[in-house]
């Protein structure tokens, strides 16, 4: 499958200096590097994503399951509490 790239001045000045220090042998190899470290990095960021979902699901049950055994706690209460341990572990992926 040919491709066909346009690449600004700072990009191809990049790709030639890889080639030039011996880093790839020709364009193709510097764009396959590329391609392969975006999608390390989006399988990364999904891991990262599903992570934090897990943690805030097990979060939400236990707070639910303590929201049960706990006498005299309104909703209010409940809720900033559940707030405050959400963000002291880390709201969001990281």
């Known amino acids: 499958m040919d491709i066909d790239i346009?690449?600004?001045?700072?990009?191809?000045?990049?790709?030639?200096?890889?080639?030039?220090?011996?880093?790839?042998?020709?364009?193709?190899?510097?764009?396959?590097?590329?391609?392969q470290l975006m999608m390390e990095r989006e399988v990364d960021e999904r891991r990262k994503y599903e992570e934090w979902r897990e943690r805030t699901r097990r979060e939400l049950d236990e707070a639910y399951e303590d929201s049960l055994t706990e006498e005299g706690l309104d909703g209010p209460t409940f809720f900033e509490e559940l707030r405050v341990k959400i963000e002291a572990r880390g709201s969001q992926p990281s």
Do not use: N, T
């Open 6 to 35: 346009s690449f600004s001045e700072p990009e191809r000045a990049y790709v030639d200096q890889q080639i030039r220090e011996g880093r790839a042998a020709k364009p193709c190899e510097v764009l396959r590097e590329a391609l």
